[in-house]
């Protein structure tokens, strides 16, 4: 049960210090009362006007902070685009120059591994910008109201924000979005994937109405990448920005530096993207993933490729299994990082290098302690933006035996 305070009464008002750090939502942070809250809006070293705003989110008592009024503004702020800027929170950083979106996104990761001592002579390097800073993203999740009009809604206040594009969403999606405006009455949650190199897109659910003449319930969609086109089904997960994705898997493939002889772990491989990349590259790639669907897709994808070999299991059952030793492998596991079973498979296998790919420091800086404990050392952490305007980052670091 969430409630906030009614539109009738006037706001709940407090003049804050916005404290240096950064929180895992993208907030700041702020001392208010006798504890710390989020600050949704601002920028460290601010001094602000803050709505407080009090509700309860699984019978715990929060409260939180929307900027109102900047008293002491940054030298890095800049006024947002967005007209829904503020009143949606997908974005965390429009008001903020990409200049130091990128100095804060290094810092939180430099931040979460300094936590660790057996992490603290570890150099993080600066953070690799995004060619897009707008219109970049290929998958959108709306909340469709009664009338059919999609939208999002305030994470803080909870409420619904109609929207009539967003700005972060290639113009293939806003354009679907707005075809379906108005009609889309029969569901309350809509996703919409599209394909920006190819045109091609995936609506889910499958929309019966009479009145929407776009395809929609689609099993599957398709994409390109650095030439190779990639079968995508609703269930499996695909970068949600295309173009920095193949900056991603560049740098995936320039870190590992393959000659061509090395027997190649791709874990959590999802549609197989890093392992088709690179097969070119690599010896043998034996690709796990858990999901089917996935697994479905990147065996199509890699029609016609000798070298990749498939596996439809969990990770850490097959790593755990496994008694000949990789020369590398690739870790891209979801954001909740790796299973305790594969970093300790990792450690006995002890590969030559190890690229793990996150999209949380605190996981990443956790498992790395781990590794680097067990014998590993870091050689490089780089983060790259696949998210501007957000707080997400995504990491790549590599690993060699001591």
Not at 60 to 81: D, F, N, Q, W, Y
Not at 325 to 352: F, K, Q, W, Y
Request: charged share 25%; net charge negative; with cysteine.
């Amino acid at each position: 049960m969430t409630s906030v305070r009614p539109d009738d009464q006037p706001p709940e008002l407090a003049e804050l210090d916005l404290l240096d750090e950064i929180g895992p939502l993208g907030d700041c942070l702020a001392d208010f009362e006798d504890g710390r809250i989020n600050v949704f809006g601002g920028i460290p070293g601010e001094r602000v006007v803050a709505r407080i705003v009090r509700y309860r989110r699984r019978r715990k008592r929060m409260v939180s902070g929307l900027v109102h009024e900047v008293i002491e503004a940054s030298p890095h702020r800049v006024p947002a685009p967005c007209q829904y800027f503020g009143a949606c929170t997908g974005c965390q950083w429009q008001h903020v120059s990409y200049s130091h979106q990128l100095v804060l996104k290094r810092g939180y990761v430099e931040r979460n591994v300094s936590e660790y001592p057996a992490l603290s002579s570890s150099d993080i390097e600066p953070c690799i910008p995004a060619p897009s800073l707008y219109g970049y993203r290929n998958h959108a999740r709306f909340t469709i109201r009664r009338e059919g009009s999609p939208g999002f809604v305030n994470r803080i206040t909870r409420r619904f924000v109609q929207t009539d594009e967003c700005m972060l969403m290639a113009p293939g999606i806003n354009r679907l979005a707005d075809d379906l405006k108005g009609r889309a009455q029969e569901t309350s949650q809509l996703s919409i994937r599209y394909g920006i190199n190819t045109d091609d897109w995936l609506i889910q659910p499958k929309l019966k109405s009479k009145d929407i003449a776009l395809e929609s319930g689609q099993s599957h969609y398709t994409e390109e990448l650095l030439g190779h086109t990639f079968r995508i089904a609703s269930p499996s997960f695909f970068q949600v920005n295309t173009e920095q994705a193949e900056r991603l898997a560049e740098l995936v493939a320039e870190t590992l530096e393959l000659s061509g002889r090395e027997s190649v772990v791709d874990a959590y491989a999802g549609v197989g993207t890093f392992a088709i990349l690179l097969a070119g590259s690599a010896k043998r790639i034996i690709t796990i993933e858990e999901s089917a669907a996935a697994i479905r897709d990147a065996a199509s994808n890699a029609s016609g490729i000798e070298n990749v070999e498939f596996i439809e299991r969990k990770t850490e059952d097959v790593l755990d299994s496994m008694e000949a030793r990789p020369d590398a492998v690739i870790l891209d596991p979801p954001r909740s990082g790796c299973h305790p079973t594969v970093l300790e498979a990792l450690i006995r296998l002890a590969p030559e290098r190890t690229v793990y790919v996150s999209c949380d420091p605190e996981a990443l800086a956790r498992d790395l302690d781990v590794l680097v404990r067990g014998g590993f050392s870091i050689q490089s952490v780089r983060p790259i933006d696949m998210f501007p305007q957000t707080h997400h980052v995504e990491t790549v670091a590599l690993l060699g035996r001591i």
